[in-house]
């Protein structure tokens, strides 16, 4: 069966310090793979999302980028984080023949 | 641009009872994908239910079901023998068939299921 992990699973970093998210899966080959934020009391926002290694599709224009180094592995980054920046963040993964998405355990961001 | 309404930011429901949860959204295409999730707790997002558009049967799995109206755009999921265990925020979601790989989601619905 398919196993999407992300880590770290919480992360407390100053504003201005650089930021690393990693999200892998398991089980499956060539996954389109997908970050979403999670603001307080809202629903999700897609921020990235790929479908092959090396191609990256940016749905919002922010302080934040994406890289794909690997079939199933999926990383967000920042150079430099702002406050705005915090939040809690979903790694997903799917597939051509399946239209739903399955979700990671997210990682917790503050940003202070 | 898609988009889907939650129009109930808060539901509660007794143990044991049905409860529904309500779902709107907007799109000019046919041919679309809905979808149900559960996030307890925990954060993570849990697929509960999904619908093809082209399909006029309503999906069911165990307890949980959907009453699918194409015409209206309504999403509504019914949550039968509430278990202390379906307490989560629900969310409804939309995905285009083809094209944008985004799935577009509501706001969310907070159930509470009261013992």
């Known amino acids: 069966s398919q196993t999407i992990h992300q880590w770290p699973a919480t992360l407390v970093q100053p504003v201005g310090s650089p930021l690393s998210l990693e999200c892998t899966v398991e089980?499956?080959?060539?996954?389109?793979l997908y970050w979403y934020r999670q603001a307080a009391g809202r629903g999700l926002q897609l921020l990235f999302y790929?479908?092959?290694?090396?191609?990256i599709s940016s749905e919002v224009p922010q302080n934040l980028s994406a890289s794909r180094p690997q079939d199933r592995q999926f990383i967000l980054s920042s150079k430099k984080l702002l406050l705005s920046d915090s939040g809690f963040y979903l790694c997903?993964?799917?597939?051509?023949?399946?239209?739903?998405?399955?979700f990671g355990p997210g990682t917790r961001l503050t940003v202070t | 641009a898609q988009t889907v309404t939650q129009s109930q930011p808060e539901m509660s429901v007794q143990e044991a009872e049905t409860v529904t949860l309500s779902c709107t959204y907007d799109t000019s295409e046919s041919d679309y994908y809905l979808f149900w999730y559960k996030q307890p707790p925990s954060r993570q997002m849990i697929l509960v239910i999904r619908?093809?558009?082209?399909?006029?049967q309503n999906a069911t799995e165990n307890r949980f079901s959907v009453n699918f109206q194409k015409a209206a755009k309504s999403f509504s999921l019914k949550i039968s023998d509430s278990q202390l265990g379906d307490a989560a925020m629900y969310f409804c979601a939309y995905k285009d068939q083809g094209g944008s790989e985004k799935l577009v989601f509501g706001k969310g619905t907070k159930l509470t299921v009261n013992p």
């Open positions: 089980g499956t080959s060539n996954p389109n």
């Open positions: 619908q093809e558009a082209y399909k006029q």
């Open positions: 790929s479908v092959g290694i090396g191609q």
């Open positions: 997903a993964w799917g597939s051509r023949g399946l239209y739903e998405q399955y």
